[in-house]
T-cell receptor, first 113, second 115 residues
Framework: AQSVSQHNHHVILSEAASLELGCNYSYGGTVNLFWYVQYPGQHLQLLLK??????LVKGIKGFEAEFIKSKFSFNLRKPSVQWSDTAEYFCAVNGGNNNDMRFGAGTRLTVKP | DAGVIQSPRHEVTEMGQEVTLRCKPI?????LFWYRQTMMRGLELLIY????????DSGMPEDRFSAKMPNASFSTLKIQPSEPRDSAVYFC?????????????FGSGTRLTVV
């Protein structure tokens, strides 16, 4: 069964700092990978996704993620965070043609102004 | 498109009462998912449907929980009887079947409080 691990539960950064959130997955076959963001009191929104091609994926709001197959990882990055990036970030995976997506536990990001 | 629509946004009920949560998926999407989000457990997949048929309900915590999808544009999640530990935010999401590459679109959620 597929599973997702997010190692950081809570990350606190100052504005303009660089961000990297870890995500590792467990699945033996082809995977589709996603990062979702949940702003306080809101629903989950898709940040970016990877399903094939260039392993470096660029998403909205300056976020990017790199798929490293050998490490089963899909870490999220942003060179310079803003206060408005304060939110919870979820990594998710579904395998091949499977439709059910499994989410990591989430990482809460707090950006200090 | 109005997106995935959930109702009600907030529900406060007394222990033992029946609760029904509603979801309207995006038109054309033929997969629908119910998730529960709590501080302790994070996001849990409860059940999902393809073409109105329940595919995997292994995440449904107990027999008190049931879900239906009578047609392509409507689904319900029912809890009967409700208990305080059911308090959570319940999200509905939809996607194209076999379109795992597209990701899900989530509704705004229903915040359930059972007192």
């Amino acid at each position: 069964a597929q599973s997702v691990s997010q190692h950081n539960h809570h990350v606190i950064l100052s504005e303009a700092a660089s961000l990297e959130l870890g995500c590792n997955y467990s699945y033996g076959g082809t995977v589709n990978l996603f990062w979702y963001v949940q702003y306080p009191g809101q629903h989950l929104q898709l940040l970016l996704k990877y399903f094939s091609g260039d392993p470096l994926v660029k998403g909205i709001k300056g976020f990017e993620a790199e798929f490293i197959k050998s490490k089963f990882s899909f870490n999220l990055r942003k060179p310079s965070v803003q206060w408005s990036d304060t939110a919870e970030y979820f990594c998710a995976v579904n395998g091949g043609n499977n439709n059910d997506m499994r989410f990591g536990a989430g990482t809460r990001l707090t950006v200090k102004p | 498109d109005a997106g995935v629509i959930q109702s009600p946004r907030h529900e406060v009920t007394e222990m033992g009462q029946e609760v029904t949560l509603r979801c309207k998926p995006i038109s054309g999407h033929n997969s629908l998912f119910w998730y529960r989000q709590t501080m302790m457990r994070g996001l849990e997949l409860l059940i999902y449907f393809n073409n109105n048929v329940p595919i995997d309900d292994s995440g449904m915590p107990e027999d008190r929980f049931s879900a239906k999808m009578p047609n392509a544009s409507f689904s319900t999640l029912k809890i009967q009887p409700s208990e305080p530990r059911d308090s959570a935010v319940y999200f509905c999401a939809s996607s194209l079947k076999g379109g795992g590459t597209g990701g899900y679109t989530f509704g705004s959620g229903t915040r359930l409080t059972v007192v």
